[in-house]
């Protein structure tokens, strides 16, 4: 099935940019691109795109465009997936576009679009209805502070938690950490009882667990 892109960027060259990523992927179709949010709003409601993939900051007032759009369409598209793209591995923005919900979510610095492979990553896995969450974010927060959360974890659970913040599998964790699967479903489950993180309902623990990376580095300290 063909994913349907709709790209919103103030700069053309980020537009084209992004464009010249996706031109060549079999599996994503790039339906229009807009300027600001006002001709976002509009474009979203002709065209239902599957995914907007959108820059933080836009006009009119080139603050919180990105985040302001994708809490938008938690009401009036539910089915479009957000992801969204930042010049800085901003935590509080990353917390700001969860906070309404994981699903469908993504953030995502645009100095990983370098990589080709990191944008096309992030479109499917929101499409997919999953929360994407860029490593340059997760790099950014792994060095925990003696007033931090995290703290509870040991060295080898502070390593999994940061690959379970780059979204992977707890397959992709053992290949990377030559533990055992069993053992990373050990120390994975250890993580979320230290982190105290029920499995409750639709909650996703393990986007949780990168809230968790985010609340710690802005200083945030109530449970997640």
Request: with cysteine; glycine share 6%; proline share 4%.
């Amino acid at each position: 099935m063909t994913i349907r892109v709709l790209v919103a960027d103030d700069s053309y060259l980020a537009r084209e940019g992004i464009a010249r990523i996706l031109e060549d992927e079999p599996d994503i179709e790039l339906v229009d691109e807009c300027e600001d949010l006002e001709s976002l709003r509009r474009a979203v409601a002709e065209l239902k795109p599957d995914v907007v993939v959108t820059d933080v900051r836009m006009p009119p007032t080139g603050t919180d465009e990105g985040i302001q759009v994708a809490a938008e369409l938690r009401e009036s598209h539910p089915d479009v997936a957000v992801l969204v793209l930042s010049q800085v591995a901003d935590s509080a923005y990353a917390m700001e576009l969860f906070k309404r919900g994981t699903e469908g979510r993504g953030y995502v610095v645009k100095d990983s679009l370098r990589r080709g492979d990191e944008l096309t990553r992030a479109i499917r896995e929101v499409a997919a209805g999953a929360a994407y969450v860029d490593s340059r974010v997760v790099a950014t927060l792994l060095a925990p502070r003696s007033d931090d959360q995290l703290d509870v974890l040991t060295p080898r659970e502070l390593e999994i938690l940061g690959l379970i913040a780059e979204g992977r599998s707890n397959a992709a964790i053992a290949a990377a950490t030559q533990i055992s699967k069993r053992g990373v479903e050990r120390h994975v489950n250890s993580i979320f009882a230290k982190l105290r993180l029920a499995d409750a309902g639709d909650v996703n623990r393990r986007v949780m667990a990168t809230l968790a990376f985010l609340r710690a580095e802005s200083g945030h300290t109530d449970d997640p």
